[in-house]
């Protein structure tokens, strides 16, 4: 796993859930934050923001929330793309997400291949625990945001709230799997379009 240190439902949340206990938002990258490839995004020309994600984390920064990614990159471990080109993906998000105003506090990457049996790699918890900890919060008190049924089921793993959007693969894993939008809300999570949308009904919690 790499680790990059950073500087230290479509329905409304009106909604049971208590949201004003989770002041950590662990996020997915790929098909959440930016476009998503069936061919990987491998460098910093392929790595495009979706509409509204930077402005939506810039949001989340300014409520006073801390903002983290983890993030399964595995193309390292196959092949498709250098360390290299992570990083210089990463310093493009970062300058991107810093414009507007945002801060991503930290960011864990999970390089390694399936076969590698890791604990990091999603649908394992490790880079969730990982964030927690450093968080100094329990992972009961961190939503994690992802656009995949390993992102879920990583949340369930470790007690964090599973937040689905159907954004980049989100809504072909829902529509391959029509029970997930079920899963989610039985953990207490909701299924939202995008960042964007999640972001806005967060907030609106608190209103």
Not at 193 to 199: G, I
């Amino acid at each position: 796993m790499i680790l990059v240190l950073v500087s230290s439902l479509t329905n409304s949340m009106n909604m049971q859930t208590n949201f004003d206990r989770y002041s950590l938002i662990c996020l997915d990258r790929d098909g959440v934050i930016n476009q998503d490839s069936d061919a990987y995004v491998k460098n910093a020309d392929e790595w495009i923001p979706l509409p509204g994600s930077l402005e939506a984390i810039a949001t989340l920064t300014k409520a006073g929330k801390t903002v983290m990614i983890a993030s399964n990159q595995a193309g390292i471990s196959k092949g498709k793309f250098t360390s290299h080109d992570l990083e210089n993906m990463t310093l493009k998000m970062l300058d991107l997400v810093n414009r507007a105003g945002g801060k991503i506090q930290k960011i864990f990457y999970c390089t390694h291949a399936p076969t590698e049996g890791c604990r990091c790699r999603k649908p394992m918890p490790g880079m969730l625990l990982d964030a927690a900890a450093e968080a100094g919060v329990s992972p009961q008190d961190l939503i994690f945001v992802g656009d995949r049924e390993t992102d879920i089921e990583a949340a369930i793993a470790c007690g964090a709230l599973p937040i689905l959007v159907l954004s980049g693969k989100g809504q072909k894993e829902l529509d391959r799997n029509p029970d997930l939008a079920d899963k989610v809300e039985e953990y207490g999570g909701r299924v939202y379009q995008d960042l964007n949308a999640f972001v806005e009904a967060f907030l609106e919690a608190f209103v």
